[in-house]
Every structure is written in structure tokens, then in C-alpha cells.
């Protein structure tokens, strides 16, 4: 007999608080429950979500694809659940994924209101980023935040990353375009695969 097998690279991470690992196709209602629950909320730091972002529906037409980028290589989208994985508490993408003679991509996150202001997103990207860097090889991992988010700010900083740049008008987040500071961190230590 046929066995079906996946090219989904089996990523799980855990904290002592947390269970950070991708994205696969049953999580479309914990992730429709996240952006239900803290769509007023993040809408201030996020480009404009349709409808289809609070529905199982619309999230699973979304992992398909997340799926497909995890397959290539070209994304890896972490979800920040509770040990049980019951819950999504935030997430962090890890997206444009350029290898060559870049082995660079973006780091995107978000955390859900309540959990703010518990050190969760730090907790959680300290070993995704060390999963990107040693495993993914990234030389480079970039992130940028809006000038008023100084809690962004700060946790890049508090990660590593050092401030590159100031870019006017670099994205549109709730329907404006914004600046952002560009932040990166890379990786002193980055060798060819053998």
C-alpha cells in the first residue's frame, strides 16, 4: 500500500510557558478564534483583514497555502499556543524567506491582549529565531515596527536586532501608510551548507 507523507517540516518548540510550533490545517479555528477575539485590538498595528480572517472557513484556505510555503522552504508561520494546545496566544511569521547569497527573511508577530505584557512574545522568539538561524541557516532576519510602537521597539531590541534604517510611508497598517524603523538581526556566525 501507498502511505501519504509530508514535506511539512514537523517543528514544535517549547517554552516553559509555551508550545510554539507551525502552522498546520487543524488550527483554522483556533487561529479564526485569535483574530475574533483581538480584532479591535491589533487593528491598529495590522494591514486591514477581511471577514474571512474570523472564520474556520477563511483560515482554512489560508493554512493550504501557509502549508504549500512551508513545503517550498519560502515561509515558516509559528503559532504561540498554551502547553495544551488548546489556545493560540499570539503568532510570529517568518515570511519572504530568500536563500542564495541573501539567506534572509521578515520576522511579522502578534500576541493576543490578554497575554501582553508577560514576556511571552520574547519567550517565544528566542528559540524560533535560533530554529531560523541554526536550522533554516538565515544569515539575516529582519523586522520592522511602526516609531509609536516602542513596545515592538524594545523587544527587538531586548532580542538583538539593531536598528538599519527609517523607512517613510513603508506599509499600509489599518488603512494608512506608515513609517517604520527597520531592524535586523544576522548572523555572525553563518556558513555555507557542505
Request: net charge positive.
Amino acid at each position: 500500500m501507498f502511505g501519504y507523507r509530508s514535506n511539512v517540516p514537523k517543528v514544535s518548540l517549547t517554552t516553559d510557558r509555551l508550545t510554539v510550533r507551525l502552522a498546520c490545517e487543524r488550527d483554522a479555528y483556533r487561529l479564526a478564534d485569535y483574530y475574533t477575539e483581538n480584532r479591535e485590538f491589533l487593528k491598529p498595528w495590522e494591514p486591514v483583514r477581511d471577514q474571512s480572517y474570523c472564520y474556520p472557513s477563511g483560515w482554512q484556505v489560508r493554512l493550504n497555502l501557509i502549508n504549500e510555503l512551508h513545503k517550498q522552504g519560502n515561509a515558516y508561520y509559528f503559532l504561540l499556543l498554551d502547553p495544551d494546545e488548546k489556545e493560540v496566544r499570539g503568532v510570529a511569521n517568518f515570511s519572504n524567506v530568500i536563500r542564495g547569497d541573501f539567506h534572509a527573511c521578515i520576522l511579522g508577530y502578534s500576541l493576543g491582549q490578554k497575554w501582553e505584557g508577560q514576556g511571552l512574545m520574547y519567550e517565544a522568539l528566542q528559540p524560533a529565531l535560533r530554529y531560523m538561524l541554526n536550522q533554516q541557516r538565515m544569515h539575516r532576519i529582519m523586522a520592522n515596527y511602526m516609531p509609536h510602537n516602542q513596545r515592538s521597539g524594545n523587544l527587538l531590541l531586548r532580542l538583538g536586532f539593531e536598528r538599519e534604517g527609517y523607512a517613510k510611508q513603508y506599509l499600509r497598517i489599518d488603512g494608512n501608510w506608515q513609517d517604520h524603523v527597520m531592524m535586523a538581526l544576522t548572523n555572525p556566525n553563518w556558513k555555507p551548507a557542505i
